[in-house]
DNA sequence: TCATTTTACTAGTTTACATCA
DNA sequence: CCTGATGTAAACTAGTAAAAT
């Protein structure tokens, strides 16, 4: 998991998405996730890739968890469908998403690859194909496999697809989530389905990934979310406590200006300047390091204070935390 | 180079079906 | 057993982008 590790999010968070996600047809599902997807939304397990820049931008070639049949949608799930699909269709004897092979052959004869063009679809631009009526009619027949009667009422028949079908068609999409129209028809072929049900079981298929792909990446931002706000929680309460101890005449008296404060670059340790008498009779920072500590160049000190709470003293060489706050916690 | 057509796709919707209370 | 609510998957529609013509 990636978002465990909050104090890693806070300041170093990098939320970029991946390149042209929502733009390039091609390549908008192959982002992917490793989710969980045997719970649903609920328990959404983020397997975000920490090597790469953005969490989303993994492929969908890369076996995922949930782009195996058994996680996807759940396996229990799928397995009873299945189950209930083989019910069915044993009960009654015969498959009814199976294409007659004259059918099929016909509509592999007409080596079609459009969707919308196929002879087999009855929907998108319909209309301006409905000259080949006799094509359709073919379609019409083929495609529910049932008889005459049934046809003769607008209702289409929704069939479900049975265990072994799907499965083959899972073992294909993990293999690749688009189609060319030659595996697009062999794959009908093979499954006894007509090209267009091939089609269109991909595509509800690549819409079924990207869902589960924009609940993760949701989970994962609402996570980056709230980890951001708590970091800035805190922060801003680090800045009032810090206000209020500047303000505190107590502490201003004791306290040399900021501006008169260096930090070590390598030791990270708060440096008094050279000037301070008070500091190099104390045996300031200044010789227990290698090198003088200076104020940055142009930063004259506002005044000269006998006494600095943040430099170290060679009888405190405890490192000053990193953060001055917290070693005015621990001096008080 | 530009306009038009074709192709392959997506997002959103509809519909049939199964399950469950 | 019936019935309505609900979820899911197959199928559909409208639209877009890119390639082809």
């Not at 092979?101 to 194909?129: F, M």
């Amino acid at each position: 998991m990636m978002v465990e590790k909050d104090q890693d999010l806070g300041l170093s968070l990098s939320l970029s998405f991946p390149e042209k996600v929502m733009t390039n047809n091609n390549n908008m599902i192959r982002t992917s996730a490793a989710a969980d997807c045997s719970s649903g939304t609920a328990k959404l397990q983020l397997n975000l890739m920490p090597t790469l820049a953005s969490p989303f931008s993994h492929l969908l070639h890369q076996k995922t968890p949930w782009s195996t049949n058994e996680a996807f949608p759940s396996s229990s799930d799928r397995n009873l469908e299945a189950c209930r699909v083989e019910t069915r269709t044993f009960l009654k004897g015969i498959d009814v998403n199976r294409l007659p092979a004259a059918a099929a052959d016909a509509e592999e004869e007409a080596g079609v690859s459009s969707p919308n063009s196929t002879l087999s679809s009855i929907s998108g631009k319909r209309c301006e194909r409905e000259a080949n009526g006799e094509d359709l009619d073919l379609e019409r027949t083929s495609s529910r496999g049932i008889s005459d009667e049934e046809d003769g009422d607008n209702s289409r028949k929704k069939l479900r697809l049975s265990k072994d079908q799907s499965a083959v068609l899972e073992e294909s999409f993990k293999e690749h989530n688009t189609l060319n129209p030659k595996q697009k028809l062999a794959l009908a072929k093979r499954l006894g389905l007509r090209p267009r049900q091939v089609e269109v079981w991909f595509q509800n298929r690549r819409a079924r990934t990207k869902l589960k792909q924009t609940e993760v990446d949701c989970e994962y931002l609402k996570r980056c979310c709230e980890s951001l706000t708590e970091e800035n929680r805190r922060l801003q309460k680090e800045v009032q406590e810090l206000r209020a101890l500047k303000l505190s005449p107590q502490f201003y008296m004791q306290m040399t200006p900021p501006t008169t404060l260096t930090m070590c670059p390598s030791c990270e340790r708060v440096a008094v300047p050279p000037s301070s008498s008070a500091a190099a009779a104390a045996g300031t920072p200044a010789d227990h390091h290698h090198h003088q500590h200076r104020p940055p160049h142009g930063m004259v000190p506002a005044r000269t204070l006998p006494f600095n709470p943040w430099a170290t003293t060679a009888a405190a060489a405890t490192p000053i935390p990193h953060r001055p706050f917290d070693a005015l916690h621990s001096r008080s």
